[in-house]
């Protein structure tokens, strides 16, 4: 399985993937989700990737295919982050078609979702999910992050503390910490964990991590975000012991 973030906030975009692709007892497999671009000047592009791993890596062949022969649409020619989600969205569903046909009527799930961040000349910065059905979906005010794959265990810190003014060192602190707890509830999760942060208007992805399991910093975040959660429940205030009521038995 995997985890995969993208927070499109005022500063700019986190984008954050693990590395891990099977977790059985005895066979545990890495491979990168996080493909970036060489694009055009005028635009920065990055790809996050779950699901089928034969679809995605099919998908990712077809739009450097279509960049290099210049095709009529292809991730140099969009004019639009939009544009270039639905172009990805229709390669993703024609690859799974492929895959689907070659395999029958087999067990074979060939489905695969994608993030698509970056920006294009001079529209603001942000991220698109593209579902296995080839639509897609954006951040928003609200709700300025997507996540694709394992995203359960690391919802709620998201929810709680990522904002669109959150500056971006924070945001990108916070999204680890997701990462991490992903990681701690989910053995289908694990490191390499890769990060990059897109500053906006800078066209630059000079700010790239790679954190494997044993790197310093992230063992020192997960320490200091489980000794932090300790003192809080520590702290929360005690039961009201004259709110007792007697329980109801049924039997």
Request: proline share 3%; with cysteine; aromatic share 8%.
């Amino acid at each position: 399985m995997t985890y995969c973030i993208a927070a499109s906030i005022d500063e700019g975009l986190i984008l954050l993937s693990d590395s891990r692709t099977n977790a059985g007892i005895d066979n545990v497999s890495t491979h990168g989700k996080m493909h970036a671009f060489d694009t055009n000047s005028d635009r920065t592009i990055i790809l996050l990737c779950a699901g089928n791993l034969a679809t995605t890596q099919a998908v990712l062949e077809q739009l450097h295919r279509d960049k290099i022969k210049k095709a009529e649409v292809n991730i140099n020619s969009v004019e639009c982050l939009s544009e270039a989600a639905d172009y990805l969205g229709y390669v993703s569903v024609e690859k799974q078609k492929q895959h689907l046909s070659a395999k029958g009527q087999s067990v074979f799930n060939p489905s695969a979702s994608f993030i698509l961040a970056g920006q294009i000349g001079s529209e603001p910065q942000g991220a698109y999910m593209i579902y296995s059905e080839g639509n897609s979906i954006t951040s928003s005010a609200t709700t300025p992050f997507l996540q694709i794959g394992e995203s359960k265990y690391g919802k709620p810190i998201l929810d709680r503390f990522l904002k669109l003014g959150t500056s971006i060192d924070e945001a990108a602190r916070c999204c680890l910490v997701s990462m991490d707890s992903t990681i701690r509830s989910n053995a289908s999760v694990g490191p390499p964990i890769e990060m990059l942060i897109y500053r906006k208007n800078s066209f630059r992805l000079d700010e790239y991590y790679c954190f494997d399991d044993d790197d310093d910093y992230l063992l020192q975040l997960r320490r200091s975000w489980e000794n932090k959660l300790r003192e809080a429940i520590a702290g929360l205030p005690a039961l009201d012991k004259v709110a007792v009521k007697k329980m109801r038995v049924d039997l």
